[in-house]
C-alpha cells in the first residue's frame, strides 16, 4: 500500500513560507521520502532526475544562478521546471529569483521559502517523511516507555494487559497506545510505535470502563510516539509447559520484516506483572549496553551458553 502526505501538512510542520501557490495545494500530496539538491539538473544532467521528490535550493544552487545572466539563468531554470517538481523550496532565507516564480506560475509549481539552513531543513523533512509515508500495521496491545525503553505488550484479550499498563503509569512511566498500536517501520532498523488518533490518551478497564490515562494521571504519564525496543507477550500459565528461569535467550518476533526481541511471560494470580516488566526493561538495558547476567553466572559456573 503506498502512503502520501498531504503537501499542506508538510508546509505547516516544516513552518514553510509559501511564495507561489497554483491553487490546488490542498489537492496535492508527496508519495516518497527523499528530497533532492537541484544542482546537476541545472547543469543539464537530467539522467534518474525524479520530480516525485522536493527539489532544495541552497546555497550552492543559489550561488550558482546568481553569477548567470538574465536569459541563461532563465534557460537553466526552465529545463528544471519543465520537469514539474512535486515542491520545489528555497533554502536559508535566500532572495528568490524572479524566474523561479515565474517559472512556477508556468508549470504550476509550488514555491516555497524555509528559513533553515540547507542541511537542517533536509534533515527535518527526511525524518517528518520518513515517518509520516513508513510501512505501517496495527497490532492490538499495550506500548509503554519504562525506563526509556519501549516495551510493546502483546497477548489474548483478557490476560491482563490493559490493567499492567495502568499499574506501570502510576509507577511513574508513560503510556504510548492502549488496545490498538499503530506500528511504522522508519528505517531498516527502527519499528516506532503510536496510538491510532481517535483513541490517544484513552485505555479500557474491565469493571471500570474508558478511562482518560492524560485526564487521570497528568501529561507526564502519556507520549506520543516511542521507539519499539522490546515486545512482551503475556500469555495464561500453562502447568504443561516449561518456562525458562534463565536469560532472555535469542526469541525474536517480525514486525514489517524486521526482527524485534521478545519475552514470553506467563501470568498467574500473585505475579506482579509490573515489577517483572520493569526488571525486563531494565535487564535489556543491561544487556544493551553491554552486561549479560546470564553469560557472568554461567562462566561462574564454567558451563558454556
Not at 506560475?105 to 509520516?132: C, G, Q, R, W
Amino acid at each position: 500500500m503506498e502512503y502520501s502526505v498531504p503537501v499542506l501538512d508538510f508546509i505547516k510542520e516544516l513552518h514553510l513560507d509559501i511564495v507561489y501557490d497554483p491553487g490546488n495545494l490542498s489537492e496535492r500530496n508527496i508519495v516518497i521520502p527523499d528530497v533532492s539538491r537541484p544542482g546537476m539538473m541545472l547543469l543539464g544532467f537530467k539522467e534518474h532526475f525524479d520530480s516525485r521528490r522536493i527539489q532544495i535550493i541552497g546555497l550552492m544552487e543559489y550561488t550558482y544562478l546568481q553569477q548567470l545572466d538574465a536569459e541563461t539563468r532563465m534557460a537553466h531554470l526552465e529545463r528544471f521546471y519543465k520537469e514539474c517538481p512535486v515542491l520545489v523550496v528555497v533554502a536559508r532565507n535566500l532572495e528568490i529569483f524572479q524566474e523561479m516564480i515565474d517559472l512556477s506560475a508556468k508549470y504550476n509549481v509550488p514555491l516555497l521559502h524555509a528559513s533553515d539552513s540547507t542541511s537542517d531543513f533536509m534533515s527535518a523533512a527526511i525524518s517528518y517523511l520518513n515517518v509520516e509515508l513508513a510501512p505501517r500495521t496495527l497490532m492490538h496491545g499495550e506500548l509503554v516507555e519504562i525506563y526509556g525503553e519501549g516495551i510493546l505488550i502483546l497477548g489474548e484479550s483478557g490476560v491482563g494487559k490493559s490493567e499492567t499498563a495502568i499499574e506501570l503509569i502510576k509507577r511513574g512511566h508513560r503510556l504510548i497506545a492502549d488496545d490498538s498500536v499503530e506500528l511504522r517501520r522508519v528505517s531498516d532498523k527502527t519499528i516506532v510505535g503510536k496510538s491510532p488518533d481517535n483513541i490517544r490518551y484513552f485505555s479500557e478497564l474491565r469493571g471500570i470502563g474508558i478511562v482518560n490515562v492524560k485526564q487521570l494521571f497528568g501529561v507526564g504519564s502519556i507520549n506520543i510516539t516511542e521507539r519499539v525496543d522490546l515486545v512482551i507477550f503475556l500469555e495464561e500459565w500453562d502447568p504443561q509447559k516449561s518456562y525458562s528461569k534463565i536469560g532472555m535467550g535469542t526469541e525474536t518476533t517480525n514486525i514489517l520484516g524486521l526482527d524485534v526481541p521478545k519475552l514470553t511471560i506467563p501470568v498467574r494470580p500473585g505475579r506482579n506483572l509490573a515489577v517483572i516488566l520493569e526488571v525486563a526493561a531494565m535487564n535489556f538495558r543491561n544487556i544493551k549496553l553491554g552486561y549479560d547476567a546470564e553469560q557472568e553466572l554461567l562462566d561462574n559456573l564454567g558451563m558454556i551458553r
